[in-house]
């Protein structure tokens, strides 16, 4: 159709509904049956001024409205000719966002709904994007004939509160669908109302013909379900209630007549195109100076670093925080942001990550005695993925390690957080001997799915793989093969920015027996007593074995260990530990047993040097030096 004849059209249908004049018309002579008194307690004197404010001036007003409207109307169409040689585009979107004048004249009043709601059209109208679907099943819920009722379901931040407010404002105009046009959208407030206040809001919205009620959270509200069901048929009355998957699960669902009165309508995360589009408009509308470049990284950071909450939120959240700044956002102003957020040093793991990869291994062979192949494992298969050349779709890393105890597992866990990552509460560590029944899974998938979701730039790490259900084994083949994990409700979670490490004792004797026993061969061993599946084992990046520790490596350790404490005690007590050689040799004689690794030295450390030092202190000493025969 020609543009200019089209857009005449809409003028001419929205002349017609500005001043409400087919509602008007319709309610015209009988505005009594809409807004009556009921109660016989008025005064003669009271009746009498509210007919002639209701009855005699509300007519007139009426009439004054339908006149204007059918003024406005003819001049709308005479203007046939502009349009029609004239390419005048004006949209039906933008006309459906004006308001009708006169709605509040056609229908009664609502003072105890009004006392204890909002008009969640009074908010500033916003584009929706990505939720086409989700308004056609609105529009059909709320045409039908009976049961016009719909359940929104959607997690927090989503954009369920938007939804709402973009259907008030397609409530004040007559051009939108028929369910919802020249409707008033309220949102009753049930915390803490009363039952009495509850049922009468609940009669004047019903009397009064022109509302579509809103509850949200209904799911918190049980008590309610049973003075709703009477309203859910009404013909004038429409009711929207939002829950979130969870609660939709585990209390709607035990209510089946009460949801059977709903369209359930799911409102799905949005994507990150149509999150782009939001904060484009939102900046706009704060006037804020920010490039499309620095828009797109607070998309993709947001969506990388903070999974605990829901798009558009968190990306509006961080733009909110941006706007504080007042100045031209750059690309740095949204990593300081996010890094400040989420606790992470994204200068350091982002833009500097090539110098953290390159120098990762010498890092950790300082720090870790005799497990220099475990170090060049890791490091290497964490240059392969960083670089580009593994599959992203999986955990940054995943990695067994098999070994007896002591050898420096843990250790290495631990200072792969803290050299990669570059914090030392980087490492979310699971005991999974506490999950060795099979009715723990639930709780293991919930712990990981929250740890993960709260820091997804994580090195997760699973201590005694061995002493878990196969239950679980079988939940991590997900994780380790496609980097994201299924909650019971649905929703997922991604490992694609963290590491994963197991470690396992199963093995040991075959390692301390020989210590150059071939990886393949002690695998196969494992498989063949049962203790992993094959599937499992070949899920990880790497399989790493840690070897006893040698009489060698025994004196670093040692080493390592008085001058890890000398440092601590100089800075906290002011007092100096000589270190010779002959503690050194006396420290690792004492605490080397290749069953046990670096635990016997650790304590031979504590026997031998803390607890002499401890009685230096205890005689009053302060300063000074001290030096350990």
């Known amino acids: 159709m020609h543009s200019g004849i089209q857009s005449w059209k809409n003028l001419v249908v929205y002349a017609m509904n500005a001043f409400s004049v087919p509602l008007l018309l319709k309610t015209l002579f009988e505005p009594w049956k809409m807004d009556k008194i009921k109660e016989a307690r008025f005064s003669f004197v009271e009746k009498a001024v509210f007919f002639i404010f209701s009855r005699v001036l509300g007519f007139f007003a009426r009439a004054v409205l339908i006149v204007i409207g059918l003024v406005f109307t003819l001049l709308a169409i005479i203007t046939f000719p502009i349009f029609f040689f004239l390419p005048i585009k004006i949209n039906l979107a933008y006309l459906q966002n004006l308001p009708s004048f006169g709605i509040s004249l056609s229908y ?7 006392a204890h709601s909002r008009d969640v059209a009074l908010s500033t109208p916003e584009k929706i994007y990505g939720k086409e679907k989700a308004l056609r099943m609105i529009e059909r819920g709320l045409s039908k004939e009976i049961n016009h009722n719909v359940l929104l379901v959607g997690d927090a931040g989503v954009g369920k509160s938007t939804l709402i407010s973009h259907l008030g404002h397609l409530g004040r105009s007559g051009l939108s669908f028929a369910g919802i046009r020249n409707h008033r959208v309220v949102e009753l407030f049930t915390e803490g109302l009363s039952f009495a206040d509850f049922d009468q809001s609940l009669k004047e919205a019903a009397s009064a013909g022109n509302v579509i009620l809103v509850i949200e959270n209904i799911h918190a509200y049980a008590s309610l379900y049973e003075r709703l069901m009477p309203y859910l048929s009404i013909l004038h009355l429409g009711i929207i209630v939002t829950t979130d998957f969870t ?4 209390v709607l669902k035990n209510y089946p007549e009460f949801l059977s009165k709903f369209e359930k309508v799911d409102i799905e995360e949005t994507s990150r195109e149509d999150v782009t589009k939001i904060l484009t408009d939102e900046a706009d509308r704060l006037n804020m100076s920010i490039s ?15 999974q605990n909450q829901l ?3 968190k990306s509006l959240s961080i733009l909110e925080e941006l706007q504080t700044l007042h100045k031209k956002v ?5 990593r300081q942001i996010v890094s400040d957020k989420t606790n992470i040093p994204i200068g350091e793991i982002g833009a500097d990550e090539r110098k953290v990869l390159l120098e990762l291994e010498v890092s950790m062979r300082k720090k870790i005695v005799g497990q220099d192949e475990a170090v060049k494992d890791v490091s290497e298969a964490l240059r392969r993925l960083r670089t580009g050349i593994a599959d992203h779709s999986k955990p940054a890393g995943s990695f ?3 070994g007896p105890t002591g050898v420096g597992k843990t250790f290495t866990a631990k200072i792969l957080a803290e050299s990669y990552f570059g914090r030392k509460d980087a490492m979310i560590r699971f005991d999974m001997s506490e999950f060795s029944l099979a009715g723990s899974v639930g709780t293991f998938t919930d712990r990981l799915a929250a740890a993960i979701e709260e820091y997804p730039l994580s090195l997760v790490f699973f201590d005694e793989l061995e002493k878990s259900n196969a239950l679980i084994h079988n939940l991590l083949l997900q994780v380790l093969d496609e980097g994201r994990l299924t909650r019971g409700t649905g929703r997922q979670v991604s490992f694609k920015d963290a590491i994963v490490i197991a470690t396992s004792n199963a093995g040991s004797a075959q390692i301390v027996v020989n210590p150059d026993i071939d990886k393949r061969t002690l695998v196969n061993e494992l498989i063949q007593t049962g203790m992993f599946a094959p599937e499992f084992l070949n899920r990880f990046n790497s399989i790493v074995l840690f070897k006893p520790l040698r009489e060698g490596e025994a004196r670093k350790i040692s080493t390592l260990l008085l001058e890890e404490f000398a440092e601590r005690l100089l800075v906290e007590k002011n007092v100096t530990l000589i270190i010779t050689d002959a503690l050194i040799d006396k420290i690792s004689v004492a605490g080397f047993d290749p069953e046990f690794g ?5 304590r031979a450390v504590e026997e031998i040097v803390e607890n002499k030092v401890a009685d230096y202190l205890m005689a009053g000493n302060t300063g000074g030096s ?3 025969l």
């Open 108 to 114: 009664g009043d609502t003072p105890t709904l009004s």
């Open 292 to 306: 499309p470049d620095a828009i797109a990284e607070i998309v993709r950071l947001s969506n990388r670093l903070i």
């Open 311 to 313: 798009e558009p939120a």
């Open 400 to 402: 067994l390690f098999l």
């Open 247 to 250: 609660n939709y699960d585990q």
């Open 626 to 628: 001290i030096k350990i």
């Open 598 to 602: 670096a635990r016997p030295i650790k």
């Open 330 to 334: 750059t690309i740095d102003d949204v």
